[in-house]
Structures are given as structure tokens and as C-alpha cells.
């Protein structure tokens, strides 16, 4: 497998812990997150923080077209010199100011942990959103994104407005070179759908302003944040089906949709 120690000698460098650079040297979350994400010939797959390539070497061959994104420069050069594909596009950039190709693709990576959750957020929110995203990221925050109430959280709501999200393994810490201090954990989101402008909006208003203080009753959040009576909060809540004594993370998704959905329209 990987030998990320060795091109390291190559570049006289160190990982980069500000990159989140923990790279993987065993075979098996490769073969596990590919599967997951079903990447056929048909497949154009944006991979994210290509790193020295242990899924990019993969990817090549399952896909119709891999574009490789790492934000180190030293990386990006020497996995495009090691790795001279025809269908490979390495691009040395930032993948949160990175602008989607049109046309159909997939995300696929094993995030820099640092910022996985900015990077999902920002590919769920394109104008052309990709067909699916699966990443490997922090075991913690992969359990926190899965959640459901009545232990939600925002970042869970945040994420299921827009896809599902399926948990498929734990990667063990000692998976990786440096070996970084946490577990990790592969996830799959499709289902991926477009919202408009003011949906999103209002979704997000409402979401926030529920969860400003978690464990305060969702009345007093709400009066709060959105500017109302407590009184005219309760019985807003109450007239959408939602005890008003509730706490914001035990509203499904479903309930905080019809909330911001009224919150449009009045
Ligand atoms: N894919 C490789 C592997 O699995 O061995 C490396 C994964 S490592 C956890 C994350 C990679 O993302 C590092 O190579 C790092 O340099 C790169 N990176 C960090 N921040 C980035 C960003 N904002 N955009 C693109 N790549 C980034």
C-alpha cells in the first residue's frame, strides 16, 4: 500500500497539520469508500485533498474522469508527476473556493478534518450540486451528522435539508500516517436536492434562531430570535403541531421544514 513516509524523503518536507495531512496507508477504507460510492466509467469525480494519491490511484481506474483538488502545492505537484493518467486533472487549489465543472459529477475524499464540515456545506450549497458525496472525516462528526431527534443537532438538520446521509464504517486511527488522535468514519450522502434561494433562507432562519440556546424551551428561542411574544411563539409552534415546550433537538426535519415554510409566507 501507500508509502506516504517515502514521498515525504522525496519532497524534504513534513506533513502539514495545518492541512489536516493524515494520510491513509491501509487498503481497506479505500476499498470500502469506493464501493460506497459506486464510481462507474460513466462517473466525472471530484476528489478532494488528493493528498499523495492513495484514493486517487484508485479512482483512475474505476472513473471516466478524476479532478484531483490539494491545497499544498508540493503535493499536488509530485502526485501529478507520480501519477500521469490521461483521465487525471490535478489542480492545486483550495476546494472551498473551487468552482464545480457543469455537468454531472461526485464527490469523493478523505477531508482535511479541519475543514470537512465547511467543504460538505459548501458542495451541498453549489448551483451544481454533485450526484453524491462521500467522504471519509472525523468519526465524531460523521455520528453528529447522522443524528436524528430526538437527538438532533444544526449541523444534522443543516446537512439532511439537503441530502441523506447513510453511515458506511469506522476507519480506525491507526489507518493513517501521521496517525491523528481521533477515529474516523466513511459517509455517503445522495438524494442531493436543489433548494431555492428563499427556502434555504428561511430554513436556516428558523433552524438557527431554534437552536440559539438548545436547551432552552423552543418558545423562548424563537421569541427571542425571530422577534415575537412568547406568547405569540407558543402559539405559532402549537398551531404547526409542535409542542411549544419542546426542546430544538427534538424536531424532526420535517417539522422544521413546515415551520420555515410559514415563516416565508408570514
Ligand atoms: N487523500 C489523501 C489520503 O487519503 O491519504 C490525503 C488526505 S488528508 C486527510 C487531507 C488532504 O487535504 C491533505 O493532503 C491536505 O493537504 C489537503 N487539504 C487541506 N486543506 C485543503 C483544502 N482546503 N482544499 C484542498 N485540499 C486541502
Given at each position: ?20 495531512q ?53 503535493l499536488?505537484?509530485?502526485?501529478a ?14 476546494a ?12 469523493v ?15 451541498l450549497?453549489?448551483?451544481?450540486k ?18 436524528q431527534?430526538?437527538k ?92 411549544s ?22
Amino acid at each position: 500500500m501507500n508509502k506516504p513516509q517515502k514521498d515525504f524523503k522525496i519532497l524534504q518536507a513534513q506533513p502539514k497539520r495545518s492541512l489536516s495531512q493524515n494520510f491513509l496507508t491501509d487498503e481497506k477504507p479505500v476499498r470500502l469508500l469506493l464501493e460506497a460510492a459506486g464510481i462507474t466509467k460513466e462517473d466525472v469525480v471530484v476528489e478532494i485533498g488528493a493528498g499523495l494519491g492513495a484514493l486517487t490511484k484508485e479512482l483512475v481506474r474505476k472513473a471516466g474522469r478524476v479532478i484531483a483538488l490539494e491545497k499544498d502545492e508540493k503535493l499536488a505537484g509530485l502526485l501529478a508527476e507520480q501519477l500521469k493518467e490521461p483521465n487525471l486533472n490535478v489542480i492545486a487549489q483550495d476546494a472551498l473556493t473551487w468552482k464545480p465543472p457543469s455537468g454531472k459529477y461526485k464527490v469523493v475524499g478523505n477531508l482535511p478534518y479541519a475543514v470537512a464540515t465547511p467543504i460538505v456545506r459548501k458542495f451541498l450549497e453549489e448551483k451544481n450540486k454533485p450526484e453524491s458525496i462521500t467522504v471519509m472525516l472525523q468519526l465524531e462528526v460523521a455520528l453528529r451528522i447522522m443524528a436524528q431527534p430526538p437527538k438532533m443537532n444544526l449541523l444534522a438538520a443543516s446537512i439532511q435539508f439537503y441530502a441523506s446521509p447513510s453511515f458506511i464504517a469506522v476507519v480506525k486511527r491507526n489507518s493513517f500516517w501521521p496517525q491523528p488522535n481521533v477515529d474516523s468514519a466513511i459517509i455517503f450522502l445522495s438524494k442531493i436536492k436543489t433548494k431555492t434561494e428563499t427556502e434555504s433562507r428561511s430554513f436556516f432562519r428558523v433552524l438557527k434562531a431554534g437552536f440559539s440556546q438548545p436547551r432552552k424551551q423552543l418558545r423562548n428561542n424563537i421569541a427571542s430570535q425571530l422577534t415575537m411574544e412568547r406568547e405569540e411563539a407558543g402559539s405559532w409552534l402549537s398551531g404547526h403541531g409542535i409542542d411549544s415546550v419542546r426542546r430544538a433537538q427534538t424536531l424532526s426535519l420535517e417539522e422544521w421544514m413546515k415551520l420555515a415554510k410559514d415563516l416565508k409566507s408570514g
